[in-house]
DNA sequence: AATTCCTCCAACCGCGGAGAC
DNA sequence: TGTCTCCGCGGTTGGAGGAAT
């Protein structure tokens, strides 16, 4: 497939954002909204490519961003999401308001891999570690960081990858006491502090499509709640069509309910062929 | 005080999906 | 049906600045 030049272009301003183009790229999208992110460099007035404009604004502009510290509610989330979605960052982003799908990727590459690993926990299957005393080679002092990176993306990395676990989409149309709020909600089921948020990010609507409840989950074992870990895959419900009233998530009830549809899902799974044909049923 | 090491994060790169033609 | 283009994503890089020596 023949792919446009972007960024290689010649005469492009390439690096660090000046205040400057900053503003501009801000008074543009202001007036005119996102989109069109190849053509409104040259519209705005900006020596840039349009990919480096849609990450500016998307990670650093965007006036809905949150800055500060990723609180411990936050952080938890973010495992949790991992556990499931596995380096799927747009996704996990899409669950937490106000952060971005950079931000998270750093927070989780430079805080969290480390802390479940000090935890004795894989940072990319979310399982207990067998040997803690293996964890210091990831300490060892680097003496060329970027050239041990680069081995990083080598076997290690490939060998890791190759047990991050997929989600199963499954879309749901028989939850008929939930009402969620059509399209663009995203919801997230965490056990402990469940919680809905309503998402305007056009962007996310597609993902709200794709994954619009995550419920929370844990390694087995674990107390999490509504957890459930379905042998190794995880299974993701889609209810994108059903409409939710706000509250749903605070009402015990509602939860009580969702928890047996949930209990019906997990019998269903210890039968692989079964599970097959349920989905199917489940399928719009 | 100077140098080296390390961490953090903004920005870049390349790829794949989706839609238009 | 195949090609082209745009968009968005995940992985990676590189520089700034702080910590350690």
Redesign the pocket.
Same mark, same amino acid.
């Given at each position: 497939?023949?792919?446009?030049p972007?960024? @290689?272009k010649v005469g492009l301003?390439?690096?660090? /954002?000046t205040p400057r183009e900053?503003a501009l790229l801000t008074k543009y999208i202001q007036a005119h909204g $996102?989109? %069109? /992110?190849?053509? #409104?460099p040259k519209r705005a007035g900006l020596l840039?490519?349009?990919? @480096?404009c849609? #990450?500016?604004w998307? =990670?650093?502009l965007r006036p809905d961003i949150k800055r500060g +510290?990723i609180t411990p509610e936050e952080d938890d989330l973010i495992i949790r999401m991992h556990s499931l #979605? !596995? =380096?799927? /960052? @747009? #996704?996990?982003? !899409?669950r937490i308001p106000g952060r971005?799908? +950079? $931000?998270i990727? =750093?927070?989780w =590459?430079?805080?969290l891999s480390?802390k479940l690993k000090n935890q004795g926990t894989d940072p990319n299957t979310h399982k207990k570690l067998t040997d803690p005393a293996q964890e210091p080679a990831a300490?060892?002092?680097?003496?060329n960081?970027?050239k041990s +990176?680069?081995n990083?993306?080598?076997a290690e990395?490939k060998a890791e990858?190759a047990i991050?676990y997929l989600p199963k989409p499954i879309r749901v149309t028989t939850l008929s006491s939930i009402k969620l709020p059509r399209t663009d909600s995203i919801l997230t089921l965490d056990s402990n502090s469940a919680s809905a948020t309503t998402s305007q990010e056009? $962007? %996310?609507s %597609? $993902?709200a499509k794709e994954l619009n409840v995550v419920w929370g989950v844990g390694n087995e074992g674990e107390n999490d709640g509504f957890g459930f870990f379905g042998g190794e895959d995880h299974v993701i419900v889609n209810i994108s069509d059903i409409e939710c009233q706000s509250d749903f998530l605070t009402d015990h009830g509602t939860l009580e309910k969702l928890y047996e549809e949930y209990l019906q899902l997990l019998k269903v799974e210890e039968n692989p062929d079964s599970l097959d044909s349920f989905a199917e049923s489940l399928l719009v």
């Open positions: 497939m023949g792919r446009a972007c960024c @290689s301003h390439r690096g660090p /954002w900053d $996102e989109g %069109q /992110w190849r053509s #409104l840039r490519c349009g990919k @480096s849609r #990450l500016r998307m =990670n650093y +510290n #979605l !596995g =380096n799927r /960052w @747009s #996704l996990i982003a !899409g971005t799908d +950079n $931000e990727k =750093n927070y =590459n430079t805080h480390k300490k060892k002092k680097k003496k960081k970027h +990176n680069k990083k993306g080598g990395v990858k991050v056009k $962007e %996310q %597609q $993902e």
